[in-house]
């Protein structure tokens, strides 16, 4: 009987931040990247932080307003692509998160005049920091999300963190460009995987 193990090629990027967030904002990003973050800032972009259920709440709104963005340029049901985002992400997940890991967790949110344009979900764990989620409005056009990850770098600077995870982008190159221009590098990595799917397959068929 086939093994039910699969080897599964995976890529993920992460920043070095040995250096500090000084030598990262000098050295580790572009002029037009620090442009674009000086520019939200100087547009009046708010950036709030908090692991409250307020801020979970503001941040699945965001998720599920994300999603229905996405799935209209996509032109799928609306309802359908909110479905799946709920089943996929259940709001439940980051309440009980938030809960668990206390300030070790942070939802950093930015707006703009009073509306939530952006949000990521920050975790600190030892010298490691993790980007673990993200979501955007993308009809305001400033660089909120350039802003978020520059707060949430000085903050893993403060805490004494030597590496930020940006996590996998699946191949999606949009995704790709934006984490090395924030100066992460790709590094792949296996995973292995247990599919029972073809386990209880092979087994159906030995029973006939």
């Known amino acids: ?101 206390g300030d070790d967790l942070r939802i950093y949110i930015a707006s703009y005049k009073g509306r939530d344009a952006a949000a990521a979900v920050f975790l600190a764990a030892g010298r490691s920091a993790i980007y673990w989620r993200g979501a955007s409005d993308t009809s305001i056009g400033f660089a909120c999300n350039d802003l978020l990850q520059s707060e949430m770098i000085k903050q893993a600077c403060l805490l004494g963190c030597t590496f930020y995870h940006l996590g996998e982008s699946g191949g999606v190159a949009s995704l790709i460009e934006f984490k090395e221009s924030l100066g992460a590098h790709p590094y792949d990595y296996a995973e292995y995987v247990y599919d029972r799917t073809p386990r209880l397959l092979n087994i159906a068929r030995l029973g006939r």
């Open 1 to 101: 009987m086939p093994s039910a193990w699969r080897k599964v090629k995976r890529q993920t990027h992460i920043l070095d931040l040995q250096q500090g967030y000084d030598f990262w904002w000098a050295n580790q990003i572009g002029q037009r990247k620090r442009g674009k973050i000086r520019k939200a800032v100087r547009e009046g972009v708010a950036v709030e932080y908090g692991n409250s259920p307020d801020f979970v709440r503001r941040y699945y709104d965001l998720y599920l307003r994300w999603t229905e963005n996405r799935a209209a340029k996509r032109r799928l049901p609306l309802r359908l692509a909110r479905w799946l985002a709920v089943r996929r992400e259940p709001l439940w997940k980051f309440r009980a998160t938030a809960g668990m890991l």
